[in-house]
């Protein structure tokens, strides 16, 4: 898997392709949507991910699988796995006690049960294929967890919560599902939380050293600081609502991977510096699918890369983005690679930067800006839309609409000694410098994750 732009387009075909991994994927870059199938295309993703999201599969053949072995006691079996990962010394006979004073199903245990051992997994492994097997365990077991009927119970280490109806407040590290009340999280670093009702608040949910999983289902939610990682692994997935994402967020250094997904409405991104899709020797990727969203942010913001790989995509709506400088499709490398995407499918959007943005390669970088649909508005500094000052490749590509774009000097297609295209209505399919364009990112993203 030596291509970037397959394994992106990967990522946000995954609600289609639950069970393949990122390796099996070999799409052709003349196989990429001509101007004419784009909006049925993001119409039918938009559905895809409604309707498809969720996904039925064997729960008691999965636990097996993971832990080569069967139980008749999964939660409480996972229970202890989840406190010697932890480090937290326990009484089994304890433990049974708790999971047998449960009012839970059988399903729902075993339910419980397999997202326990897929986030061991996910957290010791940290890379892509435990990314998507903890996925595809939340999209599994999603719809028996919410279901669960119950008031908050605490375990007998406070670890781990099946958290109720009530608003409850959680203010260390744990496994928590919740079905219910608009609950607040604070400062708990290297996480796992499953919410499935509510207004929620997030504040500080980061990943050093280790890994957080957020899953909500419902909701107006508030994040502050979450999503973020150093060395370790971040992913947080939002269903519904209209949300808002304030401080760092989808942020990743030193070789970690962070993963913000957000389903459907309006949402507003609001951060200072080193936000919404910034890496430093890692990866980040940012995916929001539908609603008219605003993402305001200040330096290195957006798709901004030094040493990694940034990607945000947004699907539809009319958008806004602004940021101040080394932002909106930012890349340069020293020991690897930098490589940043902003890529816009639909809508009428705005982009607001200051210099070295929208599509800016620094030396060995690769910076791509890429809007297909919709009127869209670019307004940039110096060294910016399509700017390639040293050994660089960057692109600005608009595929359709009425664009206007205004920038600085040494832009709008500006390169010395890297390459730069800068291409307004440009068609996609079959067009052979665009597919130079891409052979030049020989990128390897197993230089990150093995
Ligand atoms: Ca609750
Ligand atoms: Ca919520
Ligand atoms: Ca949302
Ligand atoms: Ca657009």
Known sequence: MKKIIPFLILIVLLVD?????????????????????????????????KNNFFSSGNIYEDLIVINGEDSNNWLSKAMKDYYNFTGMEYNGTEVEQFVNSLSLTEEQRAAIALLIYSYIQTANENNMNSMFRIINAIRETAPI?????????????????????????YTSPGFIIETGGDDIYRN????F?????????????DSINGSCVIYDEEGNDNYLNTCTASNGFALTMDLNGNDRYNGSICSSYNNSLALLFDASGCDIYKGNERTQCYSESSFSILIDVSGDDIYDAKNFSQA?????????????????????????????GSNNKGVAILLN??????????????????????????????????????????SAPFMGVSALIDVDGMNKFRHGAFSGGFMMGGISFFMNNYEFRGDSRVINMLNKLDFDISDFFG
């Open 17 to 49: 392709q639950p069970s393949h991994g990122y390796e099996k994927s070999d799409i052709n870059i003349e196989d990429l949507p001509s101007k004419e199938d784009i909006t049925g295309f993001v119409h039918s993703f938009g559905m895809a991910i």
């Open 145 to 169: 967890i919410e279901k669960i009927n119950s008031s908050t119970v605490r375990g007998p280490y406070g670890l781990f919560v099946i958290g109720g109806k009530e608003n409850d407040v």
């Open 188 to 191: 708990m670093n290297n996480s």
């Open 193 to 205: 939380i499953f919410d499935s009702m509510g207004n929620d608040k997030y504040r500080n949910i």
């Open 304 to 332: 901004s890369s030094f040493d990694g790989v940034s990607a945000l995509i947004d699907l539809s709506g009319n958008d806004m983005f602004l940021a101040r400088n080394a932002s909106q499709a930012f890349a340069t």
């Open 345 to 386: 499918m639909e809508g009428d959007d705005y982009y607001q930067a200051g210099d070295n943005s929208q599509g800016y390669a620094g030396k060995m970088g690769f910076a791509a800006i890429i809007d297909f649909i919709g009127n869209d508005i670019y307004k940039a500094g110096s060294y910016s839309q399509a």
